[in-house]
């Protein structure tokens, strides 16, 4: 990604990092039958030892992209990296830190075991202090994957040699931004912060490692609204500030406050929003205030970058095409998007649900909790404190597997974790289908006749009955009791733009625009002049691979004419009957 002064993660950010985007050396194994993922170092350390590398990477962009220099799209199982970077190590401590790797990543700094992590959507860190030496060094990473692995999320990526379907091309490796972090020996490890509007202040709750003093400032637009210190600080440690401004973050209105972290010579930049979240009856309330999301599908996929998009420009982008015709925020779909994409959702007050990639995993396996649930804890801890993120969806439709229906102690476990972790935003325990123990009960509904859509739906407003299309092949499987609800993904209306591929999308096919944006209008109305639902999320912002049912191309190029889009922006703008006092 271009600008590589401009640090990966905003919200926990040192002046004190060192980039290592770029050229790699590189080397992968296709798949092979009988593939197991390693279980200590020796793997890494034989091809640390004895790998070639005929290749030359472009990091972060997996080697199934184009602009990884690579655009290898058939299975990998094993794919490995070798950079000589150059160190100034000093007395503090050094960090080696990878956004996002697919799946099971083992470090190894000079030869020599640095950390292994599992899990392709969570960003992570190993401290490599007394690995590494003044001068050149060598870092080697060594990626396992295996996308057809009952125990593997894999989110939206194919499990057959070519996409088909709603599943794509796949990502291996790393895909997030790779660099180093210097720190004094004594340093900031976390924070988490609770901003309260009606208190007009922050509680800045961190985690460091050392013994110092602690000084929290808050700013606004460059002037300081808010100090304060804590001497000899160690361990938890939660500081509360007073704010001199208010100023509220608001959907279409970012007003975000910086926030400087000093302690024992470490200093972390960070910001944070002025907002509360809250369900209310059947109301969404955002800041005390009954707001309608007005969502849009984003699956976070780029024809040349795969799950990596090209700079954030293109992550920008995406935000303003959903603005431009009239959403307020998206469902980021099967995916942990990156940190700076999260950020300019924050700039831009755009609301957004954090998801996890949890198709792939086998729901009906024993051990699915023990390999979900730390990758979800660690996607909690790094985003937590984005204020555009007002909910939280662990699971997305949880089908059977082979004829096994989920394990319902898996849902409702990884639930219960979610508000013991965050209990301040609602929290979907498996989006669609199938519902367990939930704080929102949504459901997902691609039926394309307008009428047919309103009058199954206005059932929940005069007799407190939901319509769940799902039960019908599947009777039983989930109970509405009355929840807060919205229908979570409709639409999907197919306009194909893309010959190069065999095009489908959901339900019959529209022959021209004005037909298009009758069906659009007809089911968006259906759902924002229904009292009993605090939004929709309509299936797709852009189209994807074979899957053309977005409202652009996969290119973000228009596919209608500007009068379309403005139909399409007056129905989801539209007054919802939930907001009228």
Same mark, same amino acid.
């Given at each position: 990604?271009?600008?590589?002064?401009?640090?990966?993660?905003?919200?926990?950010?040192?002046?004190?990092?060192?980039?290592? +985007?770029?050229?790699?050396?590189?080397?992968?194994?296709?798949?092979?039958?009988?593939?197991?993922?390693?279980?200590?170092?020796?793997?890494?350390?034989?091809?640390?030892?004895?790998?070639?590398?005929?290749?030359?990477?472009?990091?972060?962009?997996?080697?199934?992209?184009?602009?990884?220099?690579?655009?290898?799209?058939? !299975?990998?199982?094993?794919?490995?990296?070798?950079?000589?970077?150059?160190?100034?190590?000093?007395?503090?401590?050094?960090?080696?830190?990878?956004?996002?790797?697919?799946?099971?990543?083992?470090?190894?700094?000079?030869?020599?075991?640095?950390?292994?992590?599992?899990?392709?959507?969570?960003?992570?860190?190993?401290?490599?202090?007394?690995?590494?030496?003044?001068?050149?060094?060598?870092? !080697?990473?060594?990626?396992?994957?295996?996308?057809?692995?009952?125990?593997?999320?894999?989110?939206?990526?194919?499990?057959?040699?070519?996409?088909?379907?709603?599943?794509?091309?796949?990502?291996?490796?790393?895909?997030?931004?790779?660099?180093?972090?210097?720190?004094?020996?004594?340093?900031?490890?976390?924070?988490?912060?609770?901003?309260?509007?009606?208190?007009?202040?922050?509680?800045?709750?961190?985690?460091?490692?050392?013994?110092?003093?602690?000084?929290?400032?808050?700013?606004?637009?460059?002037?300081?609204?808010?100090?304060? $210190?804590?001497?000899?600080?160690?361990?938890?440690?939660?500081?509360?500030?007073?704010?001199?401004?208010?100023?509220?973050?608001?959907?279409?209105?970012?007003?975000?406050?910086?926030?400087?972290?000093?302690?024992?010579?470490?200093?972390?930049?960070?910001?944070?929003?002025?907002?509360?979240?809250?369900?209310?009856?059947?109301?969404?309330?955002?800041?005390?205030?009954?707001?309608?999301?007005?969502?849009?599908?984003?699956?976070?996929?780029?024809?040349?970058?795969?799950?990596?998009?090209?700079?954030?420009?293109?992550?920008?982008?995406?935000?303003?095409?959903?603005?431009?015709?009239?959403? +307020?925020?998206?469902?980021?779909?099967?995916?942990?998007?990156?940190?700076?994409?999260?950020?300019?959702?924050?700039?831009?007050?755009?609301?957004?649900?954090?998801?996890?990639?949890?198709?792939?995993?086998?729901?009906?396996?024993?051990?699915?909790?023990?390999?979900?649930?730390?990758?979800?804890?660690?996607?909690?801890?790094?985003?937590?404190?984005?204020?555009?993120?007002?909910?939280?969806?662990?699971?997305?439709?949880?089908?059977?597997?082979?004829?096994?229906?989920?394990?319902?102690?898996?849902?409702?476990?990884?639930?219960?974790?979610?508000?013991?972790?965050?209990?301040?935003?609602?929290?979907?325990?498996?989006?669609? +289908?199938?519902?367990?123990?939930?704080?929102?009960?949504?459901?997902?509904?691609?039926?394309?006749?307008?009428? $047919?859509?309103?009058?199954?739906?206005?059932?929940?407003?005069?007799?407190?009955?939901?319509?769940?299309?799902?039960?019908?092949?599947?009777?039983?499987?989930?109970?509405?009791?009355?929840?807060?609800?919205?229908?979570?993904?409709?639409?999907?209306?197919?306009?194909?733009?893309?010959?190069?591929?065999?095009?489908?999308?959901?339900?019959?096919?529209?022959?021209?625009?004005?037909?298009?944006?009758?069906?659009?209008?007809?089911?968006?109305?259906?759902?924002?002049?229904?009292?009993?639902? !605090?939004?929709?999320?309509?299936?797709?912002?852009?189209?994807?691979?074979?899957?053309?049912?977005?409202?652009?191309?996969?290119?973000?190029?228009?596919?209608?004419?500007?009068?379309?889009?403005?139909?399409?922006?007056?129905?989801?703008?539209?007054?919802?009957?939930?907001?009228?006092?």
């Amino acid at each position: 990604m271009e600008n590589q002064c401009v640090h990966p993660n905003p919200q926990f950010a040192r002046t004190t990092f060192q980039p290592l +985007n770029g050229e790699w050396d590189f080397g992968f194994k296709k798949a092979a039958r009988g593939f197991r993922f390693s279980k200590d170092f020796s793997r890494a350390e034989k091809l640390c030892a004895a790998a070639s590398y005929p290749q030359k990477i472009q990091v972060p962009f997996c080697p199934e992209s184009v602009l990884s220099g690579i655009g290898y799209t058939d !299975f990998i199982n094993l794919a490995w990296y070798r950079k000589a970077v150059e160190i100034q190590k000093g007395a503090g401590r050094v960090f080696l830190h990878i956004g996002a790797a697919d799946y099971l990543t083992t470090v190894l700094v000079n030869g020599k075991p640095a950390g292994r992590h599992m899990g392709g959507y969570t960003s992570f860190a190993f401290e490599i202090t007394d690995l590494v030496r003044e001068g050149e060094n060598e870092l !080697f990473i060594l990626c396992e994957d295996d996308t057809r692995n009952g125990l593997v999320p894999s989110g939206k990526q194919s499990a057959r040699k070519k996409s088909y379907g709603c599943s794509y091309t796949r990502t291996t490796g790393i895909w997030q931004s790779v660099y180093l972090e210097y720190t004094p020996q004594n340093y900031i490890k976390s924070i988490r912060l609770y901003p309260d509007p009606s208190a007009g202040c922050v509680t800045v709750h961190t985690v460091l490692c050392g013994k110092g003093d602690l000084r929290c400032e808050a700013s606004y637009k460059g002037k300081s609204v808010g100090v304060q $210190e804590v001497k000899n600080a160690c361990g938890e440690t939660v500081v509360q500030i007073p704010l001199a401004e208010t100023h509220l973050w608001e959907v279409g209105h970012g007003r975000l406050y910086d926030l400087r972290l000093t302690f024992s010579g470490d200093t972390v930049e960070s910001y944070f929003g002025l907002r509360t979240v809250r369900l209310d009856g059947m109301r969404f309330l955002i800041n005390e205030k009954s707001v309608f999301q007005r969502l849009v599908l984003d699956q976070g996929y780029y024809r040349d970058g795969i799950y990596t998009a090209p700079d954030d420009v293109a992550l920008i982008r995406d935000i303003e095409l959903a603005q431009s015709v009239g959403f +307020n925020g998206a469902r980021l779909h099967q995916k942990v998007f990156d940190p700076r994409f999260l950020y300019f959702c924050d700039r831009y007050g755009y609301l957004v649900w954090g998801e996890f990639g949890s198709w792939g995993l086998d729901t009906s396996a024993p051990a699915a909790l023990e390999v979900f649930l730390p990758q979800w804890l660690e996607a909690l801890a790094r985003d937590c404190n984005h204020p555009c993120i007002v909910g939280w969806c662990p699971f997305n439709e949880t089908w059977d597997t082979h004829g096994r229906k989920q394990r319902d102690g898996l849902i409702a476990a990884v639930y219960d974790a979610t508000k013991a972790f965050d209990p301040t935003r609602p929290c979907i325990d498996t989006s669609g +289908n199938f519902h367990v123990k939930t704080d929102i009960y949504d459901v997902h509904d691609y039926r394309y006749d307008p009428a $047919e859509f309103k009058a199954s739906f206005a059932r929940l407003e005069t007799d407190g009955e939901l319509y769940e299309h799902v039960l019908q092949d599947h009777p039983g499987r989930q109970h509405y009791n009355g929840e807060p609800t919205f229908v979570s993904e409709y639409g999907g209306i197919k306009w194909a733009a893309d010959a190069q591929y065999k095009s489908w999308g959901y339900g019959e096919d529209v022959h021209n625009e004005t037909d298009f944006a009758a069906r659009y209008a007809g089911l968006t109305t259906a759902l924002t002049g229904n009292r009993k639902m !605090f939004g929709f999320c309509y299936t797709q912002l852009y189209d994807v691979e074979q899957e053309q049912n977005g409202l652009f191309t996969y290119d973000r190029a228009p596919k209608f004419s500007d009068e379309t889009y403005q139909k399409i922006k007056a129905a989801n703008k539209a007054t919802a009957a939930i907001e009228q006092k």
